[in-house]
């Protein structure tokens, strides 16, 4: 890993977004209430399951879950070097190191969830951070064989720029592995908007651009995307938010005496808002694997 430049890339919205601090005293510093609810995997459980969207304690295991099967999509084994962008506190750096034996390196504009994933240890030797943007990736051409952004990519101002950054990164024949959620062509700009609003990102791709840009960036699909909209539809549609107002709208309330219920009421009302989306097919949650070319 000696061969990546660790130049800084400039910063983000999203830097300021995580870099606040603006619950102290939670475990896990730059994860805010998602933390709280989720341990060091920043993404939904998007799992078909009952017994972990009817149990809170059980979202990280479903979370975990899905990290596990972008892996297994990937074919990520002992001889990969991945490069995770946006790696949050470096849940799937230790996780795929751990449990596929490869190297990873989490790329991140946060500098406290940097800090954070720092101090969460992993598997020795196997595993860097490094602080750059998704935009212009501190690293040298072709050094990875895997580059992995879970999601966060709707995070991301530039959108192909970024894709052309991970395609630059990857050794020949390496892979991207892609998880995130995009629009379909029946979104509206007033879906887009409330999206905004409630995710602070500045914008969100519709699936059809996302394989447009995907292309245009110089990677071909392998296989065809596997689709969880179900899950936002179904399960989550019913579970989350009885499982939400039990286990965790109390503590996230408790944790302020001002802003502590307005917090819990606004990611109640976002997530709700997704689950609206995937129900009236406005919204798809997918992961992919596509190859440099
Ligand atoms: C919702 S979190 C997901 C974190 C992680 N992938 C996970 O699933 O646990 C989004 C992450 O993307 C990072 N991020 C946002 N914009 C970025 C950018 N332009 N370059 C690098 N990282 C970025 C954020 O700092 C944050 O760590």
Redesign the pocket.
Known sequence: MDDIDQSQ?SG????E??DSAWLDGVELP?TGI?GLM?G????PPMVDDDGVWGSGPRWVEG?REC?RRLARLAGIGPDDVVL??????G??VRQVSAEFGCRAVG????DL?LRTAAGLGGPAGRIAYLR????RIPAREGAFTCAW????FY???DKPR?LREMHRVLAPGGRLAF?DWVLTRAADAADQAELRHHWSSPDWMTDAQLLAALHDAGFDLRGEPVDYTHVGEGVMRRLFTPTYDRDFAPRIAALDARWGKRMADDFRDAVEHTIDLYACGRLRYLQLVAAKR
């Open positions: 890339a983000a919205r999203a830097a977004y995580y730059g998602v989720l060091d995997q920043l993404h979370a990290t995770d962008v946006g790696c949050g506190v849940g799937a790329l991140n504009v946060s969830q750059g943007d998704a935009q952004t879970f999601n966060m995070h991301i101002p970024a998880d």
